[in-house]
């Protein structure tokens, strides 16, 4: 394996294939969060160029470097560290549903609120 660092940009060559990003799943889970704007909207949550959200998007898609990662997984939570994992690890998916069932309870409230200012 080979390493070479630089403007944290760490390249490693001859990995195994489970190391790497499964682009598709990654795809799926932008597109999911953001049906419409998707690249925009990654772009500012990730503070990276459209452009580079794009070249995750495409059809011959580039992997992120670690630091945007990183990031992700600070902005987006355990959701999105599911999705970086080759399999799946207990306690990532029980915080990953936990998320979810927070964001459900989030919409829940805010459906109450919008009806009582409705009734009112």
């Given amino acids: 394996m080979t390493m070479s660092c630089g403007n944290d940009t760490h390249i490693l060559r001859n990995r195994p294939q489970e190391w790497s990003v499964n682009m598709e799943r990654l795809a799926r889970f932008f597109r999911q969060r953001y049906p419409t704007g998707t690249a ?3 772009a500012a949550d990730l503070n990276v160029s459209v452009r580079t959200v794009e070249g995750w998007l495409g059809s011959n898609p580039s992997t992120p470097r670690a630091a945007h990662l990183i990031t992700g997984i600070l902005t ?3 959701e999105f560290l ?12 029980e ?6 069932r927070e964001k459900l309870r989030e919409e829940i409230d805010e459906l109450t609120r ?3 200012q409705l009734d009112h």
């Fill in 40 to 42: 925009s909207a990654v």
């Fill in 82 to 93: 599911a999705v970086l994992l080759p399999q799946q690890v207990d306690w990532v998916s």
């Fill in 76 to 78: 987006y939570g355990p």
């Fill in 114 to 116: 919008m009806e009582r």
């Fill in 95 to 100: 915080a990953a549903r936990n998320a979810q």
